[in-house]
């Protein structure tokens, strides 16, 4: 049995960092585990040019502890209005990493995305000849469709459409829920890919709806059957380069979970490499967690792989009940429970 093995140090490829005091007392427990990570524009007025991104991207730089080495990679907030022209701009000098599409209203702080896909088809079509990654949120936010068919939707409605029109254009599926999108991405070619996060990997919806329900299970998109969670555990763990991970660690105050209308995200980065190697634990795949975790985003980013290693031990992590940022508490991933694995730099 391995009790311990040590890999490059990962990359967190999808995660939600905020702004001010949050941001400052969030951002060192994901410098604590990865080298780089994604950071989503989904701010309050969103990221969606060039010079906002550079004045974030100092504010995170200042939030990382001295002596840590973390490197914030930015992301550009698609609108119905994104400037092509200021996107290539900041992607060329080293700004943006890719541009996020967020249809309107699907999630938190996405009320300024896209409308409809078809407005920004411009945009789309330089970031393929520019060749710039396109993240994507994949859930239609038509009322008539229920909230758990919503990424399966999205995928006929919208994303076969946006493969198809745009065929070298390299998107990533963000937090993938469903087998649905599991076999999207599989039958998709190789400029197709999806993050995982740990909650789906570990959670079904029960986790949220069964004896009351659990605010701190809840996250968008939201966790579906178990049959789904089994499909990502298997695609996670395949060692199929398409597959790599992205926490979506979502930090909400406690008082804006357990709220009458809570909000949606999970605050997955204090422990989020205890959790994902759990899972590959649990499938006997520890030899294909670097793939998942430190390999396979830089092969689809285009970006080198960190030289840095990190080591992971078989002993006890205790995730606290409750952390405190911004002076406020917040309830982390795994809140009160015991897992089985620990960083040890
Ligand atoms: C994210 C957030 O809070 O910013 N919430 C979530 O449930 N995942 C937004 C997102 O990624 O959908
Ligand atoms: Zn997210």
Redesign the pocket.
Known sequence: MTDRFTIRRPDDW?L?F?DGEIMRDVVPYTARQFARAIV?P?LTPPVTTMALAEAYRARIRAAVPNGVRFEPLMTCYLTDDTDPDDLVRGAAAGVFTAAKL?PAH?????AAGVTNVEKIHPVLERMEAEDIVLCI?G?VTDHSVDVFDREKVFIERHLRAIVAAFPKLRIVF??ITTADAVDFVLGAGPQVAATI?PQHLHINRNAMLVGGIQPHN????VAKREEHRLALRKAATSGNPKFFLGT?S???LRKAKEAACG????FGAPFALESYVTVFDEEGALERFEGFAALHGPAFYRLPVNEETITLVRGETDVPEVLTVAGEEIVPWHAGQRLGWRLVG
Request: hydrophobic share 20%.
């Open positions: 999808h939600h905020r989503m989904n967020y699907a999630t938190t702080n996405s949120h859930e963000e937090h996060t809840y996250c968008l998109p979506d979502a930090p909400h909000c949606a995200g999970i």
